[in-house]
């Protein structure tokens, strides 16, 4: 299995695990990563040809990003826009990415228990991230429970170490991950 992992972080040199995760993806087998604000920079432009070549030769596609203002960064959304064009991803004869399968895997300042409508947020992990769903169902991929960190800024080292491994399985594991 062929895995493409998109990480969208503004400052990728700046953070405390999505960079950690960034390296050991980059070094596992069969997984090509792309940090999408070096290859889009500031202007965030991206080429459609380029980065639909490396969807088709994918089977599965990883989303990586923090989580803030209940959503991803810019950089994800105008790489969704100018790659995910009709043709190709949806609309007649754009049926590229049907049978690929998406994951996200995402780091979330805040405790898991925030995430509730009795809680600070409102709202669920699974509802903030309908969004994504949505998207991989209007392609036809197939779209995998996420894989989330919460409580990502904190200094617990041994916890940090121990997901390094499990991003590394959830990108790259055949069959349904169960990481929710």
């Not at 599965?60 to 959304?77: E, H, T």
């Not at 995910?84 to 405790?111: H, N, V």
């Not at 080292?157 to 990481?179: D, F, I």
Request: charged share 20%; net charge negative.
């Amino acid at each position: 299995m062929k895995t493409l992992v998109l990480t969208a972080h503004p400052d990728l040199s700046t953070s405390s695990i999505n960079r950690l995760w960034y390296e050991a993806l980059s070094d596992a087998e069969n997984v090509v990563t792309r940090d999408l604000m070096a290859i889009g920079g500031p202007e965030m432009r991206f080429d459609p040809t380029e980065e639909q070549a490396l969807l088709r030769q994918a089977d599965r596609i990883i989303m990586q990003f923090p989580f803030y203002w209940y959503s991803s960064p810019p950089v994800l959304k105008a790489w969704l826009d100018q790659v995910l064009l009709e043709g190709f991803a949806y609309g007649p004869s754009g049926s590229q990415l049907a049978g690929k399968e998406l994951g996200l895997i995402i780091s979330t300042g805040g405790p898991e228990t925030s995430y509730s409508e009795a809680s600070y947020n409102n709202f669920t992990m699974k509802e903030f991230l309908t969004p994504f769903q949505q998207t991989a169902t209007m392609v036809g991929l197939r779209y995998l429970p996420p894989f989330v960190m919460h409580s990502a800024l904190s200094n617990d080292l041994t916890r940090r170490k121990a997901s390094l491994q499990a991003v590394v399985e959830y990108a790259t594991k055949s069959e349904k991950p169960e990481y929710a």
